[in-house]
């Protein structure tokens, strides 16, 4: 993994339709929360790293030079990275391995989106291969019910119970968002809505599916030696893993999906830990649908493939229960893309260092946090500690 590396601030806008702001002014948003956490300026800063979705989401190509004057980037090195869905934890791994490598002693990474300026799911229609798949695809929704099904079929889980655990997490995640000051959706749902809501495509209803936000993040990340000089508590970083698939769908194993599991098992390794539902207190998943919340349970060793569903019926990864959660609300409800798995990061962050405020599980020191992306074929992990 190189040398040791810290998270030394984080910082997020508020979440949702951001018309008040343009598009530059809502990256200096967070960038500047992320400095003041830090307890440091831009002049501090060695280097900078930029994710979003693929720029024609918001019809704006180079964002790392439409945003450098508001990241501070002016000067300085700077990269982009693109990953889709995962872009938030590839960029979070792009700044590690800059710090961890010793080229530089204080990176910020950025990652951004506003949706409300583009067409998500038509710009995510054209990420599929573009003779057999594109014509079918039906945005991110069509691949995911698809996977759904899948691993319904082929562990035996009856439609009811699945249908019934799948309620039970968007219940449980738009709950956890009310105590979540940036999150896009804070609304309480019943059982009944979710249920009820109207069909996006089969098994999928409205309320099992992310919305489209627009937000920033960003993380100071920060080598040993300053983060111990000019930090109280870091949160340091144990473990890393990422890993991809064929990207033709249907050429891989969606109810297995190895990239998910495979990126765990490599950053398990690295943080030393081999029974992920006693050793970790807290993980923040990308969820942006509430069935995958389930495979990625599965995925991730929570639990055994096929059982996720009972172990959601049981109370398993509540707030409150074995192994919380989401606490933040997660992607269900927050999802600006290019961001969004960077705020999974920031939130490990502030759970084991304490600072998570209402949504804040007590006595963490180990969690896991992700995102998936591509069509579906890349998984990030990456393990944080309390403790070097």
């Known amino acids: 993994m190189g040398k040791a590396v810290a998270i030394i601030g984080t910082g997020q806008t508020k979440h949702g339709r951001r018309s008040d702001v343009c598009y530059p002014d809502l990256v200096k948003e967070a960038v500047s929360a992320a400095l003041m956490d830090a307890g440091i300026t831009l002049k501090d800063i060695d280097g900078v790293v930029l994710g979003t979705m693929p720029s024609m989401m918001e019809g704006v190509s180079s964002t790392h030079f439409y945003f450098a004057e508001a ?4 000067g300085k090195p700077v990269m982009k990275v693109e990953t889709c869905g995962s872009t938030g934890q590839s960029i979070g791994h792009c700044g590690f391995f800059w710090v961890a490598s010793g080229m530089a002693d204080i990176v910020l990474v950025v990652g951004s989106e506003k949706m409300s300026e583009g067409d998500g799911q038509a710009t995510m229609t054209t990420v599929f291969d ?10 991110a929704p069509g691949v995911f019910t698809m996977q759904s099904m899948e691993w319904m079929y082929r562990f035996k889980i009856p439609e009811e119970k699945g249908r019934e655990a799948a309620a039970m997490i968007s219940v449980s995640n738009h709950d956890n968002a009310m105590d979540n000051p940036y999150a896009h959706i804070r609304t309480r749902v019943t059982m009944d809505d979710v249920k009820n809501a109207r069909v996006i495509t089969y098994p999928v209803r409205l309320l099992d599916v992310c919305p489209a936000s627009d937000g920033a993040c960003a993380v100071v990340f920060a080598s040993e030696r300053t ?3 000019i930090c109280k508590k870091p949160a340091w970083i144990k473990g890393l893993g990422f890993r991809g698939e064929e990207f033709f769908y249907g050429e891989s194993d969606k109810a297995i999906w190895m990239s998910a599991t495979e990126a765990a098992k490599e950053a398990y390794q690295q943080a030393g830990i081999r029974n992920p539902m006693k050793q970790l207190d807290v993980a923040e998943l990308y969820n942006p649908f509430t069935y995958q919340e389930m495979i990625f349970y599965e995925c991730f060793g929570f639990c055994p493939r096929g059982e996720a569903p009972d172990y959601v019926l049981k109370g398993a990864f509540k707030k409150g229960g074995q192994l919380p959660c989401c606490p933040s609300g997660g992607t269900l409800c927050t999802n600006p893309i290019g961001a969004t798995g960077l705020i999974r990061l920031a939130e490990a962050a502030l759970q084991v260092t304490g600072k998570a405020g209402a ?5 963490a020191k180990l969690a896991l946090s992700h995102a998936m992306g591509g069509v579906d074929q890349f998984n990030a992990v990456t393990i944080l500690g309390s403790k070097l």
């Open 359 to 363: 949504r804040q599980v007590e006595g």
């Open 130 to 139: 573009p003779f057999f798949q594109r014509t079918f695809a039906a945005g």
């Open 71 to 74: 990241m501070g980037a002016v």
């Open 227 to 229: 983060a111990k000089k």
